[in-house]
């Protein structure tokens, strides 16, 4: 499985985004999708998640800003991201896990990275 996000970019305080991200190469189901971000000099931290049936997660600082969602026939997971603020600033990168078992018994576990999205808020 790859993932590949885009839809980064510079924005003004206040401003909104739609981050994008696409699995490709899917054979087993996908569980769980989600939006991580880095800051310079950061730790990665957990944006938002969704679970297949719909169930989401959300940080603290970016409730009631952004919106996660996700397109299981297209498997897509999407970052609605309005009211930046300059702390949103980071490196923005989604993630996916999920798995089956082959015909033959063999367990296909995943949980892979995309390669990032810059995303800037600043006057």
């Known amino acids: 499985v790859q993932l590949q996000a885009s839809g980064g970019g510079v924005v003004q305080p206040g401003g909104s985004l739609r981050l994008s991200c696409v699995a490709s190469?899917?054979?087993?189901?996908?569980?769980?999708m989600g939006w991580y971000r880095q800051a310079p000099g950061e730790q990665r931290e957990s944006v938002a998640t969704i679970a297949s049936a719909g169930t989401t997660n959300y940080a603290d600082s970016v409730k009631g800003r952004f919106a996660i969602s996700r397109d299981n026939a297209k498997n897509t997971v999407y970052l609605q991201m309005n009211s930046l603020k300059p702390e949103d600033t980071a490196v923005y990168y989604c993630?996916?896990?999920?798995?089956?078992?082959?015909?033959?018994?063999?367990?296909?576990?995943?949980?892979?990275w995309g390669q990032g999205t810059q995303v800037t808020v600043s006057s």
């Open positions: 993630r996916a896990d999920g798995g089956g078992v082959s015909m033959t018994g063999k367990v296909h576990d995943y949980d892979v």
């Open positions: 190469g899917v054979i087993y189901p996908i569980n769980h």
